[in-house]
């Protein structure tokens, strides 16, 4: 990857949290803030974001646990390595690794669920949150029906029993990238071809294409256990938050964002519909920046 070109002033890094790797690119100077990806994507869908955002923020772009060139442990009968309660560790691991106690966090999909759990189990951490384009697991879940089922019906297929989802996708994984990326319709040139690179290098290696099925598998599974357990408990989010989501995707069709995610946090909440697919960082970052400028 060129990083001249693509994430200028960022170093590249591989750091060692509690046994797993973590791959990471930090840049800029000023109060932290953490990025955190999506599926089926690496720390590069944020090549738009991250240089504006260093020049105020001291930017931390992460490979969660299983994506990109960080750790994927081994699928097990209980998915626990890829519950958001353990990624969560990952994660708060490497800043606190690096030196933060507090620090902000921007996230998407997979990572934005992650930065949930983040938020509940490390609350006095986490000083702002962003997330994009996801309503929280326990929701989609429990108030599933026809319309979700068939729009994300990937949330289904992967989280079917190992090795199955996993011996399908691998028979041509970009053909599968390109099929999973598109709910809403899109060329190959969609995503800036070092960025894509990155993807299918990640998706090639040994281990992730599991690994994602496994966060899925954890998903329909452990996580809804650990959600349950934090809603029985009273557990909120406390921090500002901020929930940005594509007016082209689906969340903003099924759902009332806003008002779901008032039910999951006592803090204020924050948020508005971007003119953009799934994608938001990669198809409107200037819309994206703009939300962020006020709120970070």
């Known amino acids: 990857m060129n990083d001249t070109e693509f994430f200028p002033g960022f170093d590249l890094h591989t750091a060692s949290i509690g046994g797993h790797e973590v791959r ?11 990025l955190l990806h999506g599926n089926p994507q690496t720390h590069a869908m944020w090549h738009k974001l991250a240089p504006v955002l260093a020049r105020s923020h001291r930017v931390i772009c992460a490979d969660i646990r299983g994506y990109g060139f960080s750790a ?13 309660q353990e990624m969560a ?9 690096l030196g933060f106690a507090r620090y902000s966090i921007i996230a998407h999909d997979r990572g934005a669920r992650l930065a949930h759990r983040m938020a509940l ?9 962003c997330v994009m384009d996801i309503v929280p697991t326990l929701h989609h879940f429990e108030h599933a029906d026809m319309a979700f089922a068939m729009g994300y019906y990937h949330w289904f297929s992967l989280a079917q029993p190992h090795p199955g989802p996993e011996r399908m996708i691998e028979q041509n994984v970009e053909l599968w990238f390109d099929i999973h990326t598109s709910r809403e319709p899109k060329d190959r040139s969609f995503f800036h071809p070092l960025a894509r690179a990155d993807y299918l290098a990640a998706l090639s290696e040994p281990g992730t294409v599991t690994a994602i099925c496994e966060d899925y598998r954890a998903a329909a599974s452990l996580d809804l256990e650990h959600d349950r357990a934090s809603r029985a408990a009273g557990q909120r989010i406390t921090c500002p938050l901020l929930v940005l989501w594509g007016s082209k995707g689906r969340i903003g069709a099924w759902y ?6 008032r039910g999951y946090a006592s803090g204020p909440v924050l948020g ?6 799934h994608y938001l960082a990669e198809e409107a970052p200037e819309e994206v ?5 006020g709120f970070i």
């Open 256 to 261: 009332q964002p806003l008002a779901v995610w």
């Open 272 to 277: 508005h519909a971007v003119n953009s697919g």
């Open 121 to 129: 189990q490390y609350p006095e951490a986490v000083e702002r949150l």
């Open 89 to 97: 560790r990952d994660a708060h691991g490497l800043m606190g690794q």
């Open 24 to 34: 990471y690119r930090i840049g800029g100077s000023g109060p932290p803030l953490l």
């Open 289 to 293: 920046l703009a939300a962020l400028g």
């Open 72 to 84: 994927k442990p081994p699928p097990s009968a209980s998915h626990l390595a890829y519950s958001k």
